[in-house]
């Protein structure tokens, strides 16, 4: 099966008309994902020919949901319209908002996070600044290639869109339910802790590896979920064993204080609650295979 993406889901893209909407567009459709529909409120009415299949626009992601049932939205939107576009998909009740564009400012993920809390948690949101997540042969939300992996039994979680790609490349002969990109930002929707606990509850993910880097205390409260909730083998992957002591890096969640949020902090958090940590991303694939074979 999968969790959160299915061949079921039916999926509208905010920013369908713009260059970046219009490239992923066409690369979601081509791996199979059932797109119903762009939303850009001055060009409803119109529709846009991806290699033969017209692609309606609508005004707003309610007409669109109206019209079509669509259950998913992909956010292409350009960070300065980013808010106001997922407070409009939360306000449309959509289940599902993926929210690609980076670059928001914490202050406007804050808001339409607390916006969803105010509304019921009736859309999930995943993200920002993040690839999306794929469930391989079935749909692809967002910007993961399609053809470096196949379906298979393994769950992955990520905050990094590049380990996302690398792990499901290392483990390609095996193949993944679901491949979901969190983000990295230090406010996002969906946490590691809410993908555990789906992949626990999927009975067709036999093994999950979850990515995490430096910065935050994500990835001890999930070795703490884990301790507690998890039944299936967990591998894991903390990025930035090398990075600098002091130092900033990479996405804006990744701020080391003393030795909270460090690379070795989290693995040792996440052995204690059971799970294989690898140094590499080379290495966290043999554990994966070393575990479902033991599984």
């Given at each position: 099966?999968?969790?959160?993406?299915t061949?079921e889901s039916?999926v509208?893209v905010?920013g369908?008309?713009?260059?970046?909407g219009q490239?992923?567009?066409?690369?979601?459709?081509?791996?199979g994902?059932?797109?119903?529909g762009?939303v850009?409120p001055?060009k409803?009415g119109?529709?846009?020919?991806?290699?033969g299949?017209?692609?309606?626009?609508?005004g707003s992601?309610g007409?669109?949901?109206e019209?079509?049932?669509?259950?998913v939205?992909?956010?292409?939107?350009p960070?300065?319209f980013?808010k106001s576009?997922?407070?409009e998909?939360?306000?449309a009740?959509?289940p599902?908002?993926?929210?690609i564009?980076?670059?928001?400012?914490?202050?406007?993920?804050?808001s339409f996070w607390?916006?969803?809390?105010?509304k019921?948690n009736?859309?999930r949101?995943?993200?920002?600044n993040?690839?999306?997540?794929?469930?391989?042969?079935?749909s692809n939300?967002?910007?993961?290639?399609?053809d470096?992996?196949?379906?298979g039994?393994?769950?992955?979680v990520?905050?990094?869109?590049t380990?996302?790609?690398?792990?499901?490349?290392?483990l390609?002969d095996?193949g993944?339910s679901?491949?979901?990109g969190i983000?990295?930002?230090?406010v996002?929707g969906t946490?590691h802790?809410?993908?555990l606990?789906a992949f626990e509850?999927?009975?067709?993910?036999?093994?999950?590896?979850?990515i995490?880097?430096?910065g935050?205390?994500?990835?001890?409260?999930?070795a703490a979920?884990?301790k507690?909730?998890v039944t299936?083998p967990?591998?894991?992957?903390?990025a930035?064993?090398?990075?600098?002591e002091?130092?900033?890096m990479g996405h804006?969640g990744?701020i080391v204080?003393?030795?909270?949020g460090t690379?070795?902090a989290k693995?040792e958090?996440?052995?204690?609650?059971?799970?294989?940590?690898?140094k590499t991303?080379?290495?966290?694939a043999?554990?994966?295979?070393e575990a479902?074979?033991?599984?």
């Amino acid at each position: 099966m999968a969790i959160f993406l299915t061949k079921e889901s039916k999926v509208i893209v905010q920013g369908m008309t713009g260059s970046e909407g219009q490239k992923h567009t066409r690369r979601m459709l081509a791996s199979g994902t059932n797109i119903v529909g762009g939303v850009n409120p001055r060009k409803a009415g119109q529709s846009v020919d991806f290699d033969g299949t017209e692609i309606p626009v609508f005004g707003s992601v309610g007409d669109a949901v109206e019209a079509t049932g669509a259950d998913v939205t992909v956010i292409f939107v350009p960070e300065k319209f980013t808010k106001s576009a997922v407070v409009e998909a939360i306000d449309a009740e959509i289940p599902l908002a993926v929210v690609i564009t980076e670059g928001i400012a914490v202050h406007d993920t804050a808001s339409f996070w607390a916006h969803a809390q105010n509304k019921g948690n009736k859309t999930r949101l995943i993200g920002p600044n993040c690839p999306g997540l794929i469930t391989p042969g079935q749909s692809n939300a967002g910007i993961i290639p399609a053809d470096i992996t196949k379906p298979g039994r393994i769950g992955l979680v990520s905050k990094s869109g590049t380990l996302t790609y690398q792990m499901m490349y290392e483990l390609r002969d095996i193949g993944f339910s679901t491949c979901v990109g969190i983000g990295g930002d230090p406010v996002i929707g969906t946490t590691h802790i809410d993908a555990l606990a789906a992949f626990e509850a999927d009975q067709d993910t036999d093994l999950i590896v979850m990515i995490g880097e430096i910065g935050g205390d994500a990835e001890e409260r999930a070795a703490a979920f884990i301790k507690e909730n998890v039944t299936k083998p967990v591998v894991g992957y903390v990025a930035g064993f090398t990075a600098p002591e002091g130092k900033t890096m990479g996405h804006a969640g990744a701020i080391v204080s003393g030795s909270s949020g460090t690379a070795q902090a989290k693995k040792e958090a996440l052995e204690a609650a059971g799970v294989k940590v690898g140094k590499t991303p080379s290495e966290t694939a043999r554990l994966a295979r070393e575990a479902l074979a033991a599984s």
